[in-house]
């Protein structure tokens, strides 16, 4: 099980990297991205509930579990906002998009990074 989290969990930074910092770069959101956005939560999604069988809880009231609940609806609004971006086909909307991506991928990293600091102390 702790593989299979950490894969999904490596997964999802990937995938979700690639997606922000590609747009960021390209200045504009393009339909892949928006593909590598729904994977990376995916991933995340999947490797946050490993982690969380594996530790016995499916919630805690602490940093990390705090910060992870709040980088997944932050991923999930994330997606569902660039789909209706992708959908209205507004290259106003797309262009400016970005913003919004950079702010959302530094906050999940908070959790991303204190999981695996907490993870090699426990």
């Known amino acids: 099980m702790l593989l299979f989290a950490i894969i999904f969990i490596n997964l999802a930074l990937i995938f ?38 594996i530790a016995g809880a499916t919630f805690k009231l602490n940093f990390h579990g705090v910060t992870g609940l709040i980088a997944i609806i932050l991923m999930l609004c994330h997606a569902i906002w660039a789909t209706i971006v992708i959908y209205k086909d507004n290259d106003k909307k797309k262009k400016e998009f970005h913003r919004f991506s950079i702010l959302v991928w530094f906050i999940w990293l908070i959790p991303m990074l204190s999981g695996m600091i907490f993870g090699m102390f426990n």
Not at 26 to 36: A, E, P, R, V
């Open 16 to 53: 979700y990297t690639i997606g922000v910092w590609s747009e960021k770069i390209q200045k504009k959101l393009k339909s892949w991205h928006l593909i590598f956005f729904w994977i990376g939560l995916i991933c995340d999604t999947l490797g946050t509930s490993a982690m969380s069988k």
